[in-house]
């Protein structure tokens, strides 16, 4: 069972960066890649951006040109570059695969951005 390990979230301010990092014990990557999902407080979950075997990327429309999605198979990490951070993007942010059926959900890890 795979079970995803997500870190690097905190508090920054409007127009701040971080940078999420997410491992797990097993191979996270599947055949349609990997994701990083979001859940912010009353709101379903959202895929924010995923990255596939063969490197193609894609993201949500709220975050393109801010966020960057990036991995090393070698590590078994998948990263998240957060840029230009707006107090939307106040959720816990959470890596598994793109489409269901889901691995097993991981802590995540708190993003919270001030105004």
């Known amino acids: 069972q795979v079970q995803p390990v997500e870190s690097g979230g905190g508090l920054v301010q409007t127009g701040g960066s971080l940078r999420l990092s997410c491992t797990a014990s097993?191979?996270?990557?599947?055949?349609?890649?990997v994701a990083w999902h979001r859940q912010a407080p009353g709101k379903q979950r959202e895929l924010v951006a995923l990255?596939?075997?063969?490197?193609?990327?894609n993201y949500a429309d709220s975050v393109k040109g801010r966020f960057t999605i990036s991995s090393d198979n070698a590590k078994n990490t998948v990263y998240l570059q957060m840029n230009s951070l707006r107090p939307e993007d106040t959720a816990v942010y959470y890596c598994?695969?793109?489409?269901?059926?889901?691995?097993?959900w991981g802590q995540g890890t708190q993003v919270t951005v001030s105004s």
């Open positions: 598994n695969r793109p489409t269901p059926p889901f691995f097993s």
């Open positions: 097993r191979s996270i990557f599947s055949l349609d890649g």
């Open positions: 990255v596939t075997v063969g490197s193609f990327t």
